[in-house]
């Protein structure tokens, strides 16, 4: 059953900068998620607030949250919750934490980075009970809906390209985003002409899905708003596709966010 490695890729890429932060405070996008046959297998949700209070750093805390609904959820019942930090003021991505649990099973994951060192500390099931030390490659590093989401910044113009820097689970992937063309999109916030957008691992060996032949598409719309109107993961098996069923614009006034560090 391949529905929670698609959900966990899509709920689990680029060079960013204090203007190029993918969300602002208050905007909300929630996902469909279908797999193969099995329409409205699941939904992502994402959430940005601005978080003030313990740190004299403004952040924006980003958070991810995903689940398998109606038939798919009997077959395979899981819910994710992510949660990444952003500085503001540079655009740097200062930590994320993953907690999932599938049936009974839970999991969790927590990574912080270092960009003055460019190190990463890892936490989680690959780490073998403690933290593990990773080299950043150069670029900025997301998780992979970050960085797709991010490309909503990034106005590519047909043909061209741009280097993103993906983290999946200990593992840091170098990849190349192409503008692959256009097409329209059917939603039920409407109908959209959008840029697709395809990563692809040129720069290094291919490696993980990469290696195994899957493909990972975005679709951005053509309009001010730049809204990512869907996703898709297409695996040698099957076909996995998220599309924008709801959107909540940023916010004017000014909110709060829980400090998210312990």
Not at 28 to 35: C, D, M
Request: net charge positive.
């Amino acid at each position: 059953m391949l529905i929670r490695p698609l959900l966990l890729l899509i709920a689990a890429l680029p060079a960013a900068t204090a203007a190029e932060l993918a969300f602002r405070d208050g905007e909300k996008l929630t996902y469909r998620v279908s797999w193969v046959i099995v329409p409205g297998a699941g939904e992502i949700t994402v959430n940005a607030v601005r978080a003030d209070g313990r740190s004299d750093t403004p952040r924006l805390v980003v958070t991810t949250t995903t689940t398998t609904r109606r038939l798919a959820r009997m077959l395979l019942p899981f819910d994710a919750e992510e949660t990444c930090v952003f500085d503001l003021t540079n655009g740097h991505l200062l930590s994320l934490r993953e907690t999932s649990v599938q049936r009974e099973k839970r999991t969790e994951t927590a990574v912080t980075f270092d960009h003055e060192r460019r190190e990463a500390t890892y936490s989680g099931p690959k780490s073998a009970g403690k933290p593990q030390l990773l080299r950043m490659p150069d670029g900025e590093p997301t998780d992979l809906i970050m960085g797709l989401l991010q490309t909503r910044t990034w106005n590519l113009a047909p043909g061209g390209s741009r280097e993103a820097l993906v983290l999946f689970a200990n593992d840091f992937y170098e990849l190349t985003v192409h503008h692959a063309g256009t097409e329209e999109v059917r939603t039920p916030l409407g109908t959209f002409r959008t840029a697709v957008l395809e990563p692809r691992m040129e720069r290094t060996p291919p490696k993980g899905m990469f290696k195994r032949g899957s493909t990972v598409r975005v679709w951005i719309a053509d309009d001010p708003r730049r809204l990512p109107v869907k996703f898709e993961v297409e695996f040698k098996i099957g076909k996995g596709t998220a599309v924008l069923e709801s959107y909540t614009p940023p916010t004017a006034t000014k909110s709060h966010a829980p400090d998210p560090r312990p």
